[in-house]
């Protein structure tokens, strides 16, 4: 006896034919297979894919190593004089030549390089700590010591950043630590606007008013949730500062007032090969290319930082790595 109802299902699939055609929608045809998404690139990867900054950060390893490793790698001393061999050109026994006293060019490069850097390292720091409490505690309180925190920085702001280090120097005498103080006090404004901006539009934000409701303490909402959230800005601020520190440094011993003698410094001996440049060339470029290679890859570095932590690039960079 039959019965009457639908069709039961076959307990298996029938095989599909090797020359079938695909059905629509299918990983074979028109809708392509969904694709997982790829994880966010961090900091550190966006930066190894700039190669311009992977470039600046080797320069800078490199001149690290040798402000470090400079009195030990350096094949004569930095104040070793011999006169017989005085402007001599680069050779196998002095890569860089000798200079008119007959001192190593390449020995004095190296040592002068941890001088240099000494110098720009301690002022921007000072600069830093200085700049950043001003202009964070600034943003954050606002008001009259707003105003008159403000006021003072417009005031160093209005004098050229070398003639007010000149002035320092000038009242304080010559010397590293002269060099050192002057340097800071020239940057300190500018980290004090850079953070004072920052600070501004982090003390709206809605955790910020909430601590301030609950009576938290002010130290600790500035150290807690003002100070992280502008440490991106202030990052790129101070690897731009280190190299302006160090062409500042090399300015003011090229005129006499920053590093003084025994100590190499790379402005010492561009004032030193002024009247040696047609004679001994190799007197005066070597320590140039020093400063401006540093220079160059402080700033380039400071650039591929503030590329990689703006939010437009970062999406931007996101993009096309999904392509």
């Given at each position: 006896m039959s019965t009457i109802g639908p069709p039961l299902p076959d307990p298996l699939p029938h095989p599909v034919p090797a020359d079938a055609p695909a059905e629509p929608g299918g990983p074979a045809g028109g809708a392509p297979a969904p694709q997982?998404?790829?994880?966010?690139?961090?900091?550190?990867?966006l930066l190894r894919s700039n190669p311009v900054t992977v470039a600046a950060s080797v320069v800078l390893v490199l001149v690290v190593a040798v402000a470090v490793l400079g009195r030990w790698i350096a094949p004569y001393g930095a104040n070793e004089i011999d006169v017989v061999n005085a402007l001599?050109?680069?050779?196998?026994?002095?890569?860089?030549?000798?200079?008119?006293?007959?001192?190593?060019?390449f020995s004095r490069v190296l040592r002068a390089a941890g001088v240099s850097l000494q110098v720009a390292l301690v002022s921007v720091a000072f600069a830093f700590v200085v700049g950043v409490t001003i202009g964070i505690v600034?943003?954050?309180?606002?008001?009259?010591?707003?105003?008159?925190?403000?006021?003072?920085?417009?005031?160093?702001?209005?004098?050229?950043?070398?003639?007010?280090?000149?002035?320092?120097?000038?009242?304080?005498?010559?010397?590293?630590l002269t060099t050192m103080l002057a340097i800071g006090v020239v940057y300190t404004p500018i980290f004090a606007r850079v953070a004072r901006a920052s600070a501004l539009s982090v003390s709206v934000e809605p955790y910020v008013q909430v601590s301030r409701t609950m009576g938290t303490p002010w130290w600790y909402i500035m150290g807690r949730h003002v100070l992280p959230n502008v440490s991106g800005p202030l990052i790129v601020q101070t690897s731009l500062s280190l190299a302006f520190a160090i062409l500042s440094e090399a300015a003011l011993s090229f005129l006499g007032l920053g590093v003084q003698p025994p100590a190499p410094s790379w402005g010492r001996m561009l004032a030193e090969a002024q009247?040696?440049?047609?004679?001994?060339?190799?007197?005066?470029?070597?320590?140039?290319?020093?400063?401006?290679?540093?220079?160059?890859?402080?700033?380039?570095?400071?650039?591929?930082?503030?590329?990689?932590?703006?939010?437009?690039?970062?999406t931007i960079i996101e993009a096309r790595r999904k392509r």
């Open positions: 997982l998404d790829r994880p966010r690139m961090t900091t550190l990867q001599q050109p680069p050779s196998g026994a002095h890569w860089f030549g000798t200079d008119a006293l007959g001192r190593d060019v600034s943003g954050y309180v606002r008001g009259l010591l707003d105003t008159v925190l403000m006021r003072l920085v417009d005031v160093m702001f209005a004098f050229p950043v070398l003639l007010l280090a000149l002035a320092i120097v000038a009242i304080m005498g010559p010397g590293i009247g040696f440049l047609g004679q001994a060339w190799w007197m005066g470029v070597f320590p140039g290319l020093a400063i401006f290679l540093t220079a160059l890859a402080f700033n380039l570095f400071g650039d591929g930082r503030r590329y990689v932590l703006d939010p437009k690039q970062r």
